[in-house]
């Protein structure tokens, strides 16, 4: 007498890892549009920005190209510094990383899982900046300068990125995070090189601004993506590169130092 057996197939590690990480994707993204302030700070309010310089200077084209780039590093600055924060500090404030830190998930998998979506958002919205300034106000880009400029954005994502988490690590509330992000957030956006040109402010700020982690990373999008050479950076390009990893490192082990469950 033969007796059959079923055989259930068990889900691999692997496996179960891939899933689990997807649905950690679904959740940021979910988390993300659920927040109304991030959602203004890091997609309207760029676009906003893109379509009053848009009207102001409309029949300029170089003058959009040069805002567009511009534009670009802030959408990276207020997703990076002000979305993130903010998603972390309300994830904290809520309890979900309690409860997540009860489980077995890795924090590693939840860190990556939001700079994957966070990331994602942040291209999503230089796409639709530069878009927007080439559909509407007439901008004009070479296809292979916009390749070209990828690396750029993503260094960008990431130093924006970790200065959020940094931040996040060392305040708790959500309306202090939006407050002190704000904070620091204009004077980024105005003494960055971001779309008012450093050689049009008084010496001292120019002295200033160049230092600041926005410029450098302003100069690095804007030099690619309109073909220059590197002559043309505020810094010297290794200077430049210097100081974006000195700042990125910093904001990690800030981020890592400080970082709290709840």
Same mark, same amino acid.
């Given at each position: 007498?033969?007796?059959?057996?079923?055989?259930?197939?068990?889900?691999?590690?692997?496996?179960?890892?891939?899933?689990?990480?997807?649905?950690?994707?679904?959740?940021?993204?979910?988390?993300?549009?659920?927040?109304?302030?991030?959602?203004?700070?890091?997609?309207?309010?760029?676009?906003?920005?893109?379509?009053?310089?848009?009207?102001?200077?409309?029949?300029?084209?170089?003058?959009?190209?040069?805002?567009?780039?511009?534009?670009?590093?802030?959408?990276?600055?207020?997703?990076?510094?002000?979305?993130?924060?903010?998603?972390?500090? =309300?994830? &904290?404030?809520?309890?979900?990383?309690?409860?997540?830190?009860?489980?077995? #998930? /890795? +924090?590693?998998?939840? @860190? *990556?899982?939001?700079?994957?979506?966070?990331?994602?958002?942040?291209?999503?919205?230089?796409?639709?900046?530069?878009?927007?300034?080439?559909?509407?106000?007439?901008?004009?880009?070479?296809?292979?300068?916009?390749?070209?400029?990828?690396?750029?954005?993503?260094?960008?994502?990431?130093?924006?990125?970790?200065?959020?988490?940094?931040?996040?690590?060392?305040?708790?509330?959500?309306?202090?995070?939006?407050?002190?992000?704000?904070?620091?957030?204009?004077?980024?956006?105005?003494?960055?090189?971001?779309?008012?040109?450093?050689?049009?402010?008084?010496?001292?700020?120019?002295?200033?601004?160049?230092?600041?982690?926005?410029?450098?990373?302003?100069? =690095?999008? &804007?030099?690619?993506?309109?073909?220059?050479?590197?002559?043309?950076?505020? #810094? /010297? +390009?290794?200077?430049? @590169? *210097?100081?974006?990893?000195?700042?990125?490192?910093?904001?990690?082990?800030?981020?890592?130092?400080?970082?709290?469950?709840?």
């Amino acid at each position: 007498m033969t007796t059959d057996a079923t055989t259930v197939a068990t889900p691999s590690p692997a496996q179960i890892a891939g899933r689990r990480f997807g649905l950690l994707l679904q959740t940021n993204l979910l988390l993300y549009l659920r927040n109304r302030m991030a959602v203004f700070w890091n997609m309207v309010f760029p676009i906003g920005l893109m379509l009053l310089f848009g009207a102001i200077y409309g029949r300029e084209p170089a003058v959009i190209t040069y805002l567009a780039t511009g534009m670009v590093v802030l959408s990276l600055l207020s997703n990076g510094l002000i979305g993130n924060a903010a998603t972390m500090a =309300l994830w &904290r404030e809520r309890g979900i990383l309690r409860r997540i830190q009860t489980t077995p #998930l /890795p +924090l590693w998998q939840l @860190l *990556l899982a939001r700079i994957v979506t966070q990331g994602a958002i942040m291209i999503l919205q230089a796409c639709l900046l530069i878009g927007t300034s080439v559909l509407v106000f007439g901008a004009q880009f070479e296809l292979g300068n916009l390749v070209a400029a990828i690396p750029a954005v993503v260094l960008g994502a990431l130093l924006f990125m970790a200065f959020g988490q940094a931040l996040a690590a060392l305040v708790q509330k959500v309306d202090t995070v939006n407050i002190i992000g704000q904070v620091i957030y204009f004077p980024l956006m105005f003494l960055g090189n971001i779309f008012l040109p450093l050689q049009q402010l008084p010496d001292a700020l120019q002295t200033v601004g160049k230092w600041f982690p926005s410029a450098m990373i302003a100069d =690095l999008v &804007r030099t690619t993506m309109l073909g220059q050479s590197a002559a043309d950076m505020t #810094l /010297p +390009l290794p200077v430049t @590169l *210097l100081g974006v990893a000195c700042y990125f490192a910093a904001a990690v082990v800030i981020a890592v130092r400080f970082f709290k469950w709840r």
